[in-house]
């Protein structure tokens, strides 16, 4: 059974920092390429950052600089460092798991809420 586990939601003020974490577990954590989503109430979910398993980051341009993504396949995780957030970044965000052997199959965590407000 796959399982995407997301943790470090939050609240937090305008300024401040948070770090997204996302357990995998149930798929060969080195041979899929691990991205964070975001989705606005009211808007369309948006890629924010992806690590491929080739060792590619892209990321968006609405976070560049502000964010960092990271993996660690030893532990089968991403993580998504946050700085400098802004209300504008206030979404649930969600984990993503695509593999490379057959990219129709797609993994998606349950989701953690992030809220930047004062």
């Known amino acids: 059974q796959v399982q995407l586990v997301e943790s470090g939601g939050g609240l937090v003020q305008p300024g401040g920092s948070l770090r997204l974490s996302c357990a995998a577990s149930?798929?060969?954590?080195?041979?899929?390429?691990m991205g964070w989503y975001r989705q606005a109430p009211g808007k369309q979910r948006e890629l924010v950052a992806v690590f491929t398993s080739g060792g590619s980051i892209n990321y968006a341009d609405s976070v560049k600089g502000r964010f960092t993504i990271s993996r660690d396949n030893a532990k089968n995780t991403v993580y998504l460092q946050m700085n400098s957030l802004n209300p504008a970044d206030t979404a649930a965000y969600y984990c993503?798991?695509?593999?490379?052997?057959?990219?129709?199959?797609?993994?998606w965590g349950q989701g953690t809420q992030v809220t930047v407000s004062s």
């Open positions: 993503n798991a695509v593999s490379t052997l057959n990219r129709r199959t797609i993994y």
């Open positions: 149930g798929i060969i954590f080195r041979l899929y390429d």
